[in-house]
């Protein structure tokens, strides 16, 4: 970048692009799943929980230990899925600005 002009230009532009991800994030559902499907969670991008399916075959009342941990699975997997959807909707803003992948933004 020849000036600070410049810089302060593409932090603008960084922002804006920025914001908009993060409108849609919050409108984005991410599903995680445990044992093969059987425990599901639906997060939205802003990490709201909007559903949970467990199939039958997992409750047991002498074993609600497993079926905790197979939520907590399942909830980690969405959240996982929309940090990794967040980080490359991210890289590809900086790549269309210009910015190198491992460059770190303020915000």
């Given at each position: 970048?020849?000036?600070?002009?410049?810089?302060?230009?593409?932090?603008?532009?960084?922002?804006?692009?920025?914001?908009?991800?993060?409108?849609?994030?919050?409108?984005?559902?991410?599903?995680?799943?445990?044992?093969?499907?059987?425990?599901?969670?639906?997060?939205?991008?802003?990490?709201?929980?909007?559903?949970?399916?467990?199939?039958?075959?997992?409750?047991?009342?002498?074993?609600?230990?497993?079926?905790?941990?197979?939520?907590?699975?399942?909830?980690?997997?969405?959240?996982t899925?929309?940090?990794?959807?967040?980080?490359?909707?991210?890289?590809?803003?900086q790549?269309?600005?210009?910015?190198?992948?491992?460059?770190?933004?303020?915000?």
């Amino acid at each position: 970048m020849k000036n600070i002009g410049e810089l302060m230009k593409k932090a603008q532009q960084v922002q804006t692009q920025v914001n908009i991800l993060q409108s849609k994030m919050e409108k984005q559902e991410f599903t995680g799943s445990a044992a093969n499907g059987a425990v599901s969670v639906t997060l939205t991008g802003k990490g709201d929980a909007v559903k949970v399916h467990l199939d039958p075959s997992v409750v047991d009342s002498k074993d609600v230990e497993t079926l905790e941990d197979l939520i907590l699975v399942a909830v980690n997997d969405a959240k996982t899925k929309a940090d990794d959807h967040q980080l490359a909707e991210m890289e590809k803003i900086q790549a269309s600005l210009g910015l190198p992948p491992d460059f770190k933004m303020p915000f």
